[in-house]
């Protein structure tokens, strides 16, 4: 035998093996990939992300794993590390539906409702016989005012599926935003039907009877989805506010305080503490969690006027006056700015 000929045997021995070896790093993506789903489902999340950063170690390429990461570190709260990994998804396989509405459920999220509309289209566009999709695009156009169109996005969703419980519970959430209580409360039941545990649908149907000034039967589902989900922080907030209409003040401020607990995050949980504090008398209180909701949501204007409120009491006119000028800026609404300006009017006089 030649020695070129030898040659090119040892070549195409060396690619074979090459083939091989890169073939089977592929296939040990795969199973990282795999494992990390199995953990996440079991709700190991830090475990999860550790197998799928493996897997992309090995596969730089792999979508799904960087989508899979996304979705993992959405649920840790890691909102901006799961927006790198989706946009990371999407630009590596832009023909897969799946990172695109996870892409549009973090949009959705953060309240962008454009963009979030226009992940949707996409997704859709590419799998049009996915309920799910439809239905997260009705609840951006429902979130966005947009009741027509949000409307039109539910029954698709349930043409092609007629047991989608997203389409359901998207649809309740769109019927209590336009007061349509009884069909609001019909979908919610929808869902705890198909899913007796599922507790957004419990705190929504809370939510439709604290809009129909019931207390009472509000409370009774609030308790129910706390018994699924003892971390519930929406379910606390809003036992929390049934508490305080039934003037069991008590028990409404430790209730937000579970649910800031729970979602340190949420703006309206510090105010609403922050005004069974005032009705209680507690201003210092009241007052330290009016600025932990304006420190959380800087456009929150009903804690402006809130704590000008709060301000006023303590005579602290200058700070009150501050407080109902920036309410004035926020607001959009002639009627309230009214308020406000005969607030500054009154602390005003009381100045001199």
Known sequence: MSAKRKLIIIGAAVLVILAAGFAVTRLLAVSYNNRGLDLAEKNKTADAIKLFDKSIRLNPRFSAAFANRGMARSKQGDFSGAMRDLDKAVSLDPEDPNPLNERGLLHYRERNFKLAIRDFNKAIK??????ILYANRGAAFADKGDFSRASKDFS??????????????????????????????????????????????????????????????????????????????????????????????????????????????????????????SITGKNDSALADFSSAIRLNPNFQWAFFARGNAYARMKNNSRAIEDFNMFIQLSQNPADRLKAEQRIRELSKSSF
């Open 126 to 131: 590419l799998n049009p016989d996915v309920a």
């Open 156 to 277: 698709a969703a349930l043409k092609n599926d007629r047991n989608c419980p997203e389409a359901f519970y998207f649809r309740g959430l769109s019927e209590l935003k336009t007061r349509n209580y009884e069909s609001a409360a019909m979908d919610f039941k929808k869902v705890i039907e198909l899913n007796p545990k599922n507790t957004d649908a419990l705190v929504g149907l809370g939510n439709t009877f604290l809009a129909k000034n019931d207390p009472y039967n509000a409370i009774i589902y609030f308790c129910e989805a706390i018994q699924i989900d003892a971390k519930k922080a929406a379910a606390y907030a809003g036992r929390g506010i049934a508490y305080s209409r039934k003037k069991i003040y008590g028990a409404a401020i430790d209730d937000f305080t579970q649910s800031i607990a729970y979602n340190p995050s949420d703006a309206v949980a510090y105010m609403n503490r922050g005004v069974t504090y």
